[in-house]
């Protein structure tokens, strides 16, 4: 059973969410909260599988919460995904860069809601392509000077080349053609990746290959 922990300060946006997912076989509702210090207790109680977490919300917004979540060692297993009222939200980018798994507009559609918190858990990231892309390349504008890529010093050959492909937003499937290999081979190569680096999931492997130089702007092939 996947446990979720709904953060939103507009209750109606709650009662929404919350009648979708317990009306699911796999998923329940563990817990609600109106404001990120609130939310932060309930993370710590309740240890949810998936926290969605509104951007915007009173006493501690949700990046500054999301933040407190991914800096705690204890709390590695906990996902956020933010919820945005818009797709291009500008804090939607430093959400991604403080560990958040993905983002979901407020208004997407049941189906996809569902299917990002089952994805989360599996350690993907909330980024279709689309949105991807368009994402990367405005984290890619923003991003700071890249790393020392000593980082990457215990990654293969072609672990670095699944981490650009990742860097660039392709999915499991369109890194496989890319590389003629199948799509599992690649899922491989993308999970190995990220246990060396000691990333979260996808959405924070991408960070990794920008901050590294391994991607730079520009390279949305």
Known sequence: MIRVLLADDQ???????????????DIEVAGEAADGEEALRAVRELRPDVVLMDIRMPLLDGLAATRRITDDDGLNDVKVVMLTTFELDEYVFEAIRSGASGFLVKDTEPEELLRAVRAVVEGDALLSPGVARRLIAEF??????????GALAELTEREREVMALVGIGLSNDEIARRLVVSPLTAKTHVSRTM????????????????????????WLG
């Not at 890619?140 to 890529?149: D, F, L, Q, T, V």
């Not at 246990?195 to 520009?218: F, H, I, N, T, W």
């Open 11 to 25: 209750s109606l946006v709650r009662a929404g969410f919350k009648a979708l997912l317990d009306a699911q076989p």
């Open 140 to 149: 890619a504008a923003r991003s700071k000077e890249p790393a020392a890529a």
């Open 195 to 218: 246990v060396k680096l000691g990333a979260r999931d996808r959405a924070q492997l991408v960070v990794l290959a920008y901050e590294s130089g391994l991607v730079r702007p520009g």
